[in-house]
């Protein structure tokens, strides 16, 4: 990085829509360069996307409010406007946007208050008063806790009249709302009715703030919105709108503390992830902003200084992290007679039901949890998909949490496939059918999220919505350090709207004591069809560290799907062997491709064309001479140097990366055994030996190729197995544990490969 200028304006760490939103105004309003710093290697916290073939999710937004009905929702809206430059579309879920299951009956949820209230009474006749009186406590606790919002924009005196103005409404707000269901509502089944999305804020009614369930509540009264084209998007505009005004985005960036001098913070410290030797680096800038949430800064980010909120937050519960499983479909859900909907499914009244069958989860038996399906709501091409939601506590997996993400032991894996049968059984009791419609399984638990979030005890939702949450004096936008600030849903609420809202927070209290009128003005006064477009990317292109231009100086179409691109950069780029690129396709489509070779300032992809989207069309009709702008490199699945021999697991392209790894490997003289398993759809689809037959003269390479539907049986017999690749693993390896196995390519694929090799002793598997 000795090509890069470390000093910037603002640092914001964490690239969560809290740091987006923050760095998005910093960067839009009071024209600062601002630096943002994620770990991970996409952006967007738990806005951002994951593939998987054809099949795409949505890590931690599921739906949002319809935003079009009141104030502070289009304010919202407005907000989403703003900082995405008017590029941000919106899709509505069905008018019945959720459905509420019990053992005994369903509530169909439509938009609207009167509508909700309506399925109510039809369900609970004898239950109107109470109904009645809920609603309206709705209201008043929601308004408790807007007062709580607005004290995070402002600075005394002012922020002491707004808390004081909310002692009137304390008492509810602050209720467990357990405490507040059993003492106004007698009925219940009523009771686990109202509880019953308690999944929308991560804390069972037992446990959470009346207040926090008033918020979320109201706040899909009037239905629910999905962003046109998937979540992701959200993070992608907002970043090209901080780029756009001088910002950047570094990515696989994980700060390790918070520089500090004289009790003024001045930079942060990093750990470069993507560079071989993970260099530690700091940046410099007059304004920190931490977006990793108040555990994450003040008790590992910054050191023991004896602040109070340090002090209590050592001994603050953690709260609940999640349980995520992703399914991949082989059809739409429509056979169902889904609609796109979300399901809540509830197996039981007690609202302590959750906490009393909580161990109940890893055993295989499971009684709530949330399902959607984002294929059906995000409006764009490709693979049907849903995903499953529960909450889960962290001590149930924290026996592994010293093993690294692939690489733990069989009976983590197997606690995994328990919890998911038990909810894919839960679903299957009331949706028949559903089980015949998965192709695909994956799931994330809590350590899945602390490894990508780095939120303590990977707690889903940041800190808890219970009642001590909002006693903390200290849990604001200012922090004891001088020029350190935080944003972020610990400063306000769990949610998307909270989140996004703290970056006018915190952006607001940066600007001093008018800050708030400095922000809305600008916010409220942009009209996106009055802005000019800017092209600004050569200037931020040329000088951003992990994003480049490449010019494309060779283009061969290897068969009559595959076409190989080879792109040529200003000054050699530097990869471990099987990292990867994401390129951008089109306006905000990034596709990410895996390096099948790096020569001097030469970088080769080979992409399929067949999915016949963005990136297909993107190989079809780039020429020699254009340019591309690349996100590189990127770290997910990378070779590791060990005495081992090799088994590179592949179907289609997914033997890229490992040609990479070959070449690298031959470059350094490195004797290995290497067993290629190579699976294909046809002979036509056989392209692996153009690429590993020049390294059998130097390098002990066995090819073993399977065709699954080969054209030419008798040709087949001499060159070829027929079948799926999986089915040879066994066959061709007796020790399991003297080989470095490396998977990529389909989906089921890899699932079906991982699974064998776990249960063959494999200890070594990357993917």
């Not at 949890?369 to 693979?383: E, R, T, Y």
Request: proline residues 4%; aromatic residues 14%.
């Amino acid at each position: 990085m000795s090509d890069q200028n470390f000093s910037f304006d603002a640092i914001v760490v964490g690239s969560g829509l809290g740091g987006l939103s923050t760095a998005g105004l910093l960067s839009k309003i009071n024209k600062k360069r601002v630096l943002v710093l994620e770990k991970h290697y996409e952006i967007g916290g738990l806005t951002h996307e994951f593939k998987r073939g054809a099949y795409s999710w949505d890590v931690g937004l599921h739906y949002i409010g319809n935003l079009e009905k009141r104030f502070l929702d289009n304010m919202g809206l407005q907000m989403f406007s703003f900082l995405t430059e008017g590029n941000l579309k919106w899709n509505k879920m069905p008018e019945i946007f959720e459905k509420l299951i019990f053992p005994d009956f369903t509530i169909d949820v439509k938009g609207g208050v009167k509508n909700y209230k309506k399925a109510l009474f039809e369900l609970f006749p004898k239950d109107k008063k109470s109904i009645n009186r809920y609603i309206k406590d709705v209201y008043l606790s929601r308004i408790w806790y807007l007062l709580y919002f607005f004290s995070r924009f402002f600075k005394s005196p002012i922020k002491q009249a707004i808390i004081f103005l909310s002692l009137f409404l304390k008492k509810k707000a602050l209720m467990t709302t357990e405490e507040y269901l059993n003492k106004y509502i007698k009925n219940e089944k009523l009771r686990a009715v109202l509880a019953a999305r308690w999944g929308n804020y991560g804390v069972p009614a037992t446990d959470s703030a009346f207040a926090v369930h008033a918020l979320i509540e109201h706040h899909y009264y009037n239905g629910g919105i999905f962003p046109d084209g998937g979540a992701e998007k959200i993070s992608i505009h907002i970043e090209q709108t901080i780029e756009k005004y001088g910002g950047r985005i570094f990515t696989n960036f994980e700060v390790l503390e918070i520089l500090i001098k004289d009790n003024k913070a001045y930079g942060v410290k990093a750990r470069n992830l993507s560079s071989i030797d993970r260099e530690i680096v700091e940046f410099y800038a007059p304004i920190v902003v931490s977006a990793t949430g108040v555990q994450s800064t003040y008790l590992k980010l910054l050191p023991d200084m004896g602040f109070n909120i340090q002090k209590e937050l050592k001994k603050f519960y953690t709260g609940y992290s999640g349980i995520n499983v992703y399914l991949g479909l082989r059809e739409s859900p429509e056979k169902l007679g889904i609609k796109g909907e979300n399901y809540w499914i509830t197996e039981g009244y007690d609202l302590d039901m959750f906490n009393k069958k909580l161990n109940d989860l890893s055993k295989g038996q499971a009684c709530y949890c949330f399902l959607s399906f984002p294929s059906m709501k995000s409006g764009k091409p490709g693979g049907h998909t849903a995903d499953i939601v529960s909450i889960i506590p962290y001590s149930l997996f924290e026996e592994w949490k010293n093993e690294y993400w692939k690489e733990r032991d069989n009976q983590y894996y197997d606690v995994k496939d328990k919890i998911c049968e038990g909810l894919l059984d839960l679903i299957e009791k009331y949706i028949p059918g559903f089980k015949e419609l998965i192709v695909y399984k994956e799931v994330a638990t809590p350590l899945t999220f602390k490894h990508f979030t780095g939120k303590k005890d990977g707690a889903f939702y940041g800190l808890p919505e219970i009642p001590a949450r909002y006693k903390i004096k200290d849990l604001q936008v200012k922090t004891p350090v001088k020029n350190l600030y935080l944003t972020g849903t610990d400063i306000i609420s769990n949610g998307i709207l909270p989140a996004l809202f703290s970056g006018m927070a915190t952006t607001s209290y940066i600007n001093g004591f008018f800050g708030i009128i400095k922000v809305m003005s600008k916010v409220f006064a942009y009209n996106p069809k009055k802005q000019k477009k800017r092209d600004v990317a050569d200037k931020i292109y040329r000088k951003c560290y992990d994003k480049k231009y490449g010019v494309l100086v060779k283009k061969i179409n290897v068969s009559p799907n595959l076409i190989e691109l080879t792109f040529r950069f200003d000054k050699n780029p530097i990869f471990i062997p099987g990292q990867h690129v994401k390129i951008n396709v089109a306006f905000s489509e990034w596709r990410a491709y895996s390096v099948a070779k790096v020569e001097n300032s030469e970088i080769t992809v080979v992409i399929d064309t067949r999915p016949s989207g963005y990136g297909s069309k993107f190989a079809q009709n780039v020429n020699i001479g254009d340019k591309a702008i690349f996100r590189m490199p990127i770290t997910d699945l990378t070779y590791r140097k060990t005495d081992r021999d090799i088994a590179f697991i592949a179907t289609g392209t997914g033997i890229v990366p490992f040609l990479h790894i070959i070449d690298e490997i031959n470059k350094d003289k490195i004797k290995k055994n290497i067993k290629i398993f190579f699976g294909c759809m046809s002979e036509s689809d056989n392209f692996i030996e153009r690429y590993i037959n020049p390294y059998k003269k130097t390098m002990n390479i066995e090819n073993i190729i399977c065709i699954e539907k080969p054209i030419s049986k008798n040709e087949c017999e001499k060159e070829f197995y027929t079948g799926r690749v999986t089915d040879l693993i066994k066959e061709k390896i007796s020790d399991f544990t003297k080989y470095d196995f490396y998977i990529c390519g389909h989906p089921n694929m890899t699932e079906s490969a991982v699974k064998l090799l776990r249960t063959m002793g494999a200890d070594k598997i990357y993917y």
